[in-house]
Every structure is written in C-alpha cells, then in structure tokens.
C-alpha cells in the first residue's frame, strides 16, 4: 500500500490517454514537468501511448489510449444513441477492472504520491480510464489533481449519449478529494456551476525567460517546395474543422500574390481525414496552393526526430501566423507564435476574447472572417519590416510580463 508523505519531495504521475506530440496536453504535462522537477519532485508518466519520455520513468497501460480497439468500441456505442446495450455495460466494466488493477500497479511501482490526471477526468475520449481513475483515488491514499483542458460540455459530438451515468461520475467527477484545475476562466465558471466545486485557473504558458535561439535555416522551405523570397503562411494547428483553415485559405486567395505559400504543420490527427479532403477541395476551387506539411515538418518538438524539421524550425522560417480556430481551450499555437516572434492574423474565438485579448496583444484581429481592412493589415505587416517588428517585440514582451 502506497503511504503519502506529508512534508519533502514529491514523487508525481501525470495519467493521460498518449503522451506524445505536440498536442496541447502533451506540451502541458512536458511544461508542468520542468517546473515541478526544478522544484525537486520526480516525475513519471502513464498512459496508453508514452514514447518521447524516459522509458524507465513510464509505465504504459495499452487500455489506456483512445485508440485502443476496444475503447474504441466503447466510444463507438457509448455516443450518437440513447439506449445502451448491456453487452456495452459489460464491456465497460471489464475494461474499467484492468486498467484499474494496471494503475495500481503503477502507483506501486512509482511509489506515488501524486497523480496528475491529464484531460482523462474531463473529455470522455477513453471512459474506462476515467471510472477507473475515480475507483483508484476512492480507494487509494494518492493525492489527485486533475488538469482539465476539453470539458464534455464543449463538444456537440457527446452530447447525445447512452453513458450520462459515467459522465456524470466521471467527467469531471464531484469529487471533493481532487483538486481541479482549468486553463481559461469561462472554463472555471462553467465547472464550479455545474459540479458546485471551486478549482484555480493556470493558463498554458511558454518560458519567455528563456527565448528560442536564432538558427540557421535548416533546408526546410526547399523540402516543401518554397523559394526563399516566397511569402511563407504557416498554420501551426492539426487539421480538425475547428482551426477553421479555410479561412487561411480566403485569405491567401485574396492576397493575390503568387509568392504567397500557405503551410499546415500538423496531420489530421484524430478526428479523421474527411476535413482535410474538404480544404484541399477548397483550396484547389480557389486556386491556392495548400501544402500539407505533416509527413515533413515534426509535431514532436524540436528534437524529437520523427520527420527531418520540427515545428520550431517551422516557425522560424514563417512570416505570418495564421491561427483562425472557431473555438480553443487556450491557444497554444498563439502562445508559441509570440514566443518565435512572429505576426499573427486570430480569430477573436471566446476565450482569446476573455483571457487573451485584455492583455494587449498587437494582432491581425478577425470576427470569423476576412475582410478588405485586414488584407491591408496583412499587407503592411508582410512589407514594413519595422512595423512588424515594433508588433512582435510587443507581444514579446507582454508574454514575458
């Protein structure tokens, strides 16, 4: 049986689905890492998908990833229906008993005293793993945080349901025993009003402490196919209709300008390739040049060599941002766009309205689309190398503060 020390450092689990990528919960459990390791504690890591951490420090659970095939049966029959079939009920149960007795196992590997549930107490990805974390934290003394990032609330796809009993159970759970934590404030009143718990608001951050050193260009716009007086675009998201790439594509259309280059960094990632046969549709009725960069441009990170350029380096060739999502839990994408100094056009989604905005930021704003005052925005920015660079180091320094 796992005992919690009460004074001295912390030995910590962060628990989520995968741990990979440049996905917004991987990066926030590689930052939260650095700072609770600076301040002394030691970190592991479980999940169904855990390949760019210290193998001796991780412990993966198969059951654990969403894209096991029998969790994803469980997603298949769990949404779109009302009526349940008690082989699913079945199936959950069994499913929820293995990674149970696996996290455990965990636990007393580790010697925990921590876990740090990432986003598996929030959106219903992988409902196994939540009912079992909620079992683990009933019955065992390890403390809990959970970090929410995607509330089952925020995504229509759930919202017809066969499972409201494990929803309510587990995403989130009302359960005085964690602690919660969200990453905007619209996320924290919609929690407390539904579950009637407190939890504290810590942004997605970037170490502005400790700015990207100035690099060489590394070949990257010859291995897309750009010369190096093209205009370089760069959407840094995944390709899901959200990021909402059709309007990066009105606005390379509209800029009317050949040398003009419109870069996705990401693969489609989970949710399927039918979006991107979509833009790819629409970029060529249009007549823009859209490069798909994902097979070329790494999402690891800078070094962690899954393709020959990492995002960074991505980010150090662009010239202009483009980051019009329809809606995000924070805006990682925006935070890393003023961290490598780069202009960047937004869309004004509601919670850069609420959390990001105020701060001042000096962005290429839009309401959901393009209009003839931002083409020109646009255009100043990409020749008036003194105004653009009057707008980054502002931002800059506003991330810094």
């Known amino acids: 049986m796992v005992t919690r020390k009460k004074n001295g450092p912390k030995r ?13 919960v991987s990066l926030e459990i590689e930052k939260w890492a650095h700072v609770l390791e600076s301040m002394g504690h030691r970190c592991f890591y479980i999940a169904g998908l855990c390949d760019d951490r210290p193998p001796e420090r991780c412990h993966v659970i198969p059951e654990a990833h969403f894209r096991h095939p029998d969790i994803e049966v469980v997603s298949r029959e769990s949404f779109g229906g009302r009526l349940r079939a008690p082989e ?11 990674i149970d007795a696996q996290l455990r196992a965990a636990i007393e590997r580790f010697d925990l005293d921590v876990l740090i549930a990432e986003n598996c107490l929030t959106i219903p990805m992988n409902i196994p793993l939540g009912l079992a974390l909620v079992e683990t934290i009933m019955e065992t003394p390890v403390a809990c ?25 587990a995403f989130p759970p009302r359960l005085a025993q964690i602690d919660h934590v969200v990453i905007n404030t619209q996320a924290a009143s919609e929690f407390s009003r539904r579950t009637g718990l407190p939890c504290t608001v810590v942004p997605n951050v970037m170490d502005f402490d400790r700015p990207p050193a100035a690099a060489a260009p590394r070949g990257l716009r010859a291995a897309l196919g750009i010369r190096d007086d093209d205009i370089l675009v760069l959407q840094p ?7 909402g790439i059709e309007t990066s594509i009105e606005l390379v259309r509209r800029l009317d300008d050949p040398r003009v280059k419109l870069v996705v960094s990401h ?11 979509r833009i790819l ?6 007549g823009v040049e859209l490069i798909l960069a994902g097979d070329v441009i790494d999402a690891g990170g800078a070094d962690s060599g899954a393709a020959p350029f990492s995002i960074w380096d991505a980010y150090e060739e662009a010239d ?67 105004y653009r660079q009057d707008m980054v180091e502002q931002n800059f320094r506003i991330g810094l503060q």
């Open 267 to 277: 693969t489609a990632g989970d949710e399927g390739d039918t979006y991107a046969r």
């Open 281 to 286: 549709d629409y970029a060529a009725l249009l």
């Open 145 to 169: 945080i959970a970090h929410h990032h995607d509330f089952v609330w925020e995504r229509d796809r759930f919202l017809v349901n066969c499972v409201d009993d494990y929803l309510v159970t």
């Open 88 to 98: 699913l009920s079945d199936r959950v149960r069994e499913l929820t008993a293995r």
């Open 12 to 24: 910590i689990g962060f628990v989520s689905t995968r741990i990979s990528g440049t996905d917004g």
């Open 320 to 386: 202009l941002i483009t980051y019009p999502s329809t809606y995000e839990g924070f805006g990682n994408a925006f935070l890393e766009a003023v961290y490598h100094r780069r202009p960047i056009l937004c869309n004004r989604y509601s919670i850069f309205r609420t959390d990001i905005e105020p701060l001042g930021f000096n962005t290429i704003e839009i309401d959901g689309y393009i209009t003839d005052d931002v083409l020109a925005e646009v255009r100043r920015v990409l020749e008036d190398a003194a």
């Open 237 to 243: 998201t995944r390709i899901v209709q959200r990021k």
